[in-house]
């Protein structure tokens, strides 16, 4: 079964060269290079500008080549460069917030995984329509700020490692919210945030199975968040008010966390469930996932949302995590994608696995 797009991939066959593994130099991309090197595969860093000069502090994690632009917005002009290349571009959150979820969805060259899953997940409205229809639990969301009789927290549309979120204590306190762009109000759920990685394979017949493929999770991660507290945030987004301080949500750093293990039945249900889901949707998701939610004293998991690529969490594990350890011993999510293009490719299914 392969990718079924919205629309026809616009980009010709890969030649029978290796594929080029490539990606923005931003985000995960040293992690990407990383694991494309211990597979064998060539890299290549699209850069805004000169090659950064850090990651020749990292001669492992740096990119064999690098194709510098003037602007990210400018890559589908170097279609026929990166086509010659043989390669295949990884998406990762700043790699398609900086282009634009419908210049990446329309780019002339092979990206790995199914990208019309980027447009379910940089719309809300279809992010939330496909989560509910999968049975997953979700905070509530208000359509009407008259509606709200709690905490709640305004979020943006697409990847912006929470800049310009917004926290309310009650309906009184949206009144100092002036929105920028499409955006949701959410009710705000207390418990703790959990970021779990998962990987489907729609190419593997062993593990945890889910549709015609298998589900991996690879680990687990909490967000550090610029300046505001997880444990006091509705009380000190007042205090900081006060000190003429507007609390931000913009991610500044990730911790890794190990869930409780009577609860992986719960975690693996929901993850299962979004990609059962997504087959039926737009033909399924390949490669890293991202189920973002919060677990209250219940017990119970409340999926926010979900990001449909690697996200920046997953940067704790270049060596392995304390799960995918128990998949593949020094199994970053890097090194899982490029042994998907890798066993994809030497079974002839490469059209599964890349869009």
Known sequence: ????????????????????????????SLQIFHGARLEGFPTLGISRGPPPRFYDAFPLGRPDKFLPVPEVREIAQHADELNRENAVLVPHGSFVEYLGPEAFQRLPVPVFGNR????????REKER????????LMPERFTDPSQVDGPVIVKYYGAKGGKGFFLAKNRDGLKDFRP???????????????????????????????????????????????????LYKLGAQEELLKAGIRPTFVVTGNVPVVLRESLLPQIFDVGARIVARSVDLFGG??????????????????????????????????????????????????????????????????????S
Not at 2 to 27: D, M
């Open 1 to 28: 079964m392969g990718i079924q797009l919205s629309e026809p991939a616009r980009h010709g066959p890969l030649s029978e060269k290796l594929p080029t593994v490539a990606t923005l130099c931003s985000h995960s």
């Open 116 to 123: 019309a899953v980027i447009g379910w997940e940089s719309d």
């Open 129 to 136: 329509v496909w989560l509910e229809s999968a049975g997953v």
């Open 180 to 230: 920028t762009g499409p955006h949701v109000i959410q009710e705000y759920v207390l418990g703790t945030r959990y970021y779990v990685h998962f990987f489907y394979s729609p190419i593997s017949e062993t593990g945890y199975r889910v549709a015609h493929g298998s589900l991996e999770l690879l680990g687990m991660d909490r967000r550090d968040e610029a300046n505001i507290d997880e």
């Open 285 to 354: 998701m390949v490669g890293p996932f991202c189920v973002e939610g919060i677990m209250t004293e219940d017990l119970v998991f409340k999926v926010f949302e979900i990001s449909t690529r690697i996200v920046a969490g997953t940067n704790l594990f270049v060596s392995g995590s304390s799960y995918s350890d128990l998949v593949r011993p020094q199994l970053s999510m890097g090194r899982r994608i490029a042994l998907e293009l890798k066993a994809a490719r030497e079974q002839g299914r490469l059209g599964e696995v890349i």
